[in-house]
């Protein structure tokens, strides 16, 4: 049986299609926390505009999101076994039967009701952070002319994460020279 070379090409294409699908069903799917919660943490405070000093908080995925990663799977530590035994005394004494439980080491190593467990706690902690950031960072300093003549500017917190423009940032006066 021939085939045309346009049905060979045709053929090929299908061929590698069903290839790609098959490596890309039995690929593992990686679980990615940051995808499900609610917001993030605040990590630092960045100037978000180029010619007026206007300050707002950064929500990265940094060292306060691996804290959260970490506590996140901390949480799902098993207990350990308990017995009664004896001390060498001969007094009654309940010993441990594990030593340390272990901590699961990929988020993809929870189960499906242990991820939704540290979502929800994620939802409920990270705002506390957010907030906490808040009051300590509510000012930056700022020297507008580069000679060592800082100000205290403060720090713009928006409601919502609002993505339209900053209003308070387009009120504020251009930097001398820009």
């Not at 943490?41 to 060292?63: H, M, Q, R, W």
């Not at 387009?170 to 820009?178: D, F, H, Q, T, V």
């Amino acid at each position: 049986m021939e085939i045309s070379e346009q049905e060979y090409l045709e053929l090929k294409q299908t061929v590698a299609e069903l290839k790609q699908k098959i490596e890309d069903a039995e690929r593992p799917k990686i679980f990615k926390m940051a995808d499900y919660v609610t917001e993030t943490p605040f990590e630092y405070v960045k100037n978000t505009a180029d010619d007026v000093p206007c300050f707002e908080p950064i929500s990265s995925l940094g060292n306060a999101w691996k804290a959260f990663c970490s506590l996140a799977k901390l949480i799902h530590v098993k207990n350990a076994n308990f017995y009664m035994s004896n001390t060498c005394y001969g007094r009654p004494y309940i010993r441990n039967s594990e030593s340390l439980s272990v901590c699961p080491k990929k988020l993809n190593d929870l189960t499906p009701e242990q991820q939704q467990v540290s979502i929800e706690m994620l939802n409920e902690m990270i705002p506390i952070w957010n907030t906490f950031f808040k009051r300590i960072h509510k000012t930056v300093m700022f020297d507008s002319t580069g000679r060592g003549t800082y100000r205290t500017i403060e720090v713009i917190y928006r409601n919502d994460y609002e993505k339209d423009g900053c209003v308070e940032c387009e009120n504020l006066e251009p930097l001398e020279g820009s």
